[in-house]
């Protein structure tokens, strides 16, 4: 089973933030935060990914709380393009270890 | 642009068939996973593996089969099809170091539908 939790939908306007929130409250020491997104029928798209600090890239940037217990994904700047199921998943980084998807966030984006 | 790339794209069958599905990794990437996806669901692992090799396996009969070869490519094969194995097949491959894994990279997909 998934080791996340996250809301089933969210909506955000164009061009504003949207925030979308994750708890894993289980999660172990050596265990990262990975973000997915998926867009209908495609293969899953790889956003970012942390283990205790905030990170940023291009797409977005990923908020780990100090306990780490949840983290936030923000996209800064919404589109229409990012309207897709986004992905949650904690993971140990070894050789064996699986990406456990959950049932994700879908998030709408409208204009 | 993952540089992950799957054939077919579509694909039908009838129950009881099999059928082979095919994944080209990124260069240099040593470790391949392939999921199933169902229809409103999320990704489950199949297995994984790594030169060559199965190092991981999700809670899949023994029908669902792999290789990997040196090329960087793989393949999943599926005996005696049935109608639920009617999905989204997806490979993701990553390079595994000795610190660890990178992130795994996914296909677009392989749509099979058994009749």
């Known amino acids: 089973d998934a080791k996340t939790t996250q809301p089933p939908s969210m909506d955000c306007a164009e061009g504003r933030a949207a925030n979308l929130p994750c708890n894993h409250s289980?999660?172990?020491?050596?265990?990262?935060v990975y973000w997915y997104r998926q867009i209908h029928s495609q293969g899953p798209q790889y956003i970012i990914h942390g283990l205790k600090n905030n990170e940023t890239n291009e797409m977005a940037s990923l908020i780990i709380t100090e306990d780490r217990k949840s983290s936030t994904l923000i996209l800064p700047h919404a589109t229409l393009r990012d309207t897709a199921v986004y992905y949650c998943?904690?993971?140990?980084?070894?050789?064996?270890?699986?990406?456990?998807f959950g049932k994700g966030t879908t998030l709408s984006v409208s204009s | 642009e993952t540089g992950v790339t799957q054939s077919p794209t579509h694909l039908i069958k009838t129950r009881g068939q099999q059928v082979t599905l095919r994944c080209s990794s990124q260069s240099g990437h040593n470790t391949v996973s392939w999921y199933q996806q169902a229809l409103g669901q999320g990704p489950q692992f199949i297995f994984q593996?790594?030169?060559?090799?199965?190092?991981g396996r999700g809670n899949f009969p023994p029908r669902f089969s792999g290789l990997q070869f040196p090329n960087y490519s793989s393949e999943l094969n599926v005996n005696a099809l049935e109608l639920d194995d009617s999905a989204l097949y997806l490979c993701?491959?990553?390079?595994?170091?000795?610190?660890?894994?990178?992130?795994?990279?996914f296909g677009p997909g392989t749509r099979l539908l058994v009749l």
């Open positions: 993701a491959s990553s390079r595994l170091l000795p610190q660890g894994r990178e992130t795994q990279y």
């Open positions: 289980t999660i172990s020491g050596n265990e990262y």
């Open positions: 593996y790594y030169r060559e090799e199965e190092n």
């Open positions: 998943i904690v993971l140990y980084n070894q050789a064996g270890t699986a990406l456990i």
